[in-house]
């Protein structure tokens, strides 16, 4: 049984909520409130002990995230360990799109090796497990539409893409 940890930790566009083990970070969760957080968590946060301290490089990007470098959490290790290979093809390609830029599901799709796999595409940024370091907020219907968001609603995700708009046009 690997030992996890998890902490949580509040951003300007939400609580996050973090769970990693010995391969690296397991989870992130973004919500409204801590309460909501832990109910994401589940049994990941269950079966883990709270330790803040094993965060604190992950929570030092995640705020430098928020101040405005949009590259902080590009070096944020994940474990994608039992993840099927399309999702984590689709994980990998989601962290390429550049801040404040955004594509399509089909371009995802694409991306992750499946040009027709739109609803595969669709549903690996619905079970995205790594809010904000995995960008899903950056991946839109292709008629522009925002699409969904479990990352704290469509609210957040509006709020994230205005964010890096604007932090990409100023630098």
Same mark, same amino acid.
């Given at each position: #049984?690997?030992?996890?940890?998890?902490?949580?930790?509040? +951003?300007?566009?939400? &609580?996050?909520?973090? *769970?990693?083990?010995?391969?690296?970070?397991?989870?992130?969760?973004?919500? %409204?409130?801590?309460? /909501? *957080? #832990?109910?994401?968590?589940?049994?990941? @946060?269950?079966?883990?002990?709270?330790?803040?301290?094993?965060?604190?490089? $992950?929570?030092?990007?995640? *705020?430098?995230?928020?101040?405005?470098?949009?590259?902080?959490?590009?070096?944020?290790?994940?474990? +994608?360990?039992? @993840? %099927? %290979?399309?999702?984590?093809?689709? &994980?990998?390609?989601?962290?390429? $799109?550049? %801040?404040? /830029?955004?594509?399509?599901?089909? &371009?995802?799709? @694409? /991306?992750?090796?499946?040009?027709?796999?739109?609803?595969?595409?669709?549903?690996? #940024?619905?079970?995205?497990?790594?809010?904000?370091?995995?960008?899903?907020?950056? *991946? $839109?219907?292709?008629?522009?539409?925002?699409?969904?968001?479990?990352?704290?609603? +469509?609210?957040?995700?509006?709020? +994230?893409?205005? #964010?890096?708009? /604007?932090?990409?046009?100023?630098?």
């Amino acid at each position: #049984m690997t030992a996890l940890k998890y902490h949580i930790q509040q +951003l300007p566009s939400g &609580w996050i909520g973090l *769970v990693s083990g010995e391969k690296g970070l397991r989870r992130a969760t973004l919500k %409204p409130t801590p309460q /909501e *957080v #832990m109910e994401d968590l589940g049994k990941d @946060a269950e079966e883990a002990e709270n330790d803040p301290e094993a965060f604190r490089e $992950i929570v030092d990007c995640l *705020v430098r995230y928020s101040e405005g470098d949009l590259e902080a959490l590009d070096g944020i290790e994940l474990d +994608l360990e039992g @993840a %099927p %290979p399309f999702f984590r093809a689709a &994980w990998r390609a989601c962290r390429t $799109i550049p %801040p404040g /830029e955004t594509r399509s599901y089909r &371009w995802l799709a @694409a /991306e992750a090796g499946n040009p027709l796999a739109l609803r595969a595409a669709g549903q690996a #940024m619905a079970r995205n497990r790594f809010s904000l370091i995995i960008p899903c907020h950056r *991946v $839109i219907s292709s008629d522009g539409g925002l699409g969904g968001y479990g990352g704290g609603g +469509l609210g957040v995700k509006a709020k +994230l893409l205005q #964010m890096e708009l /604007e932090r990409t046009a100023e630098g």
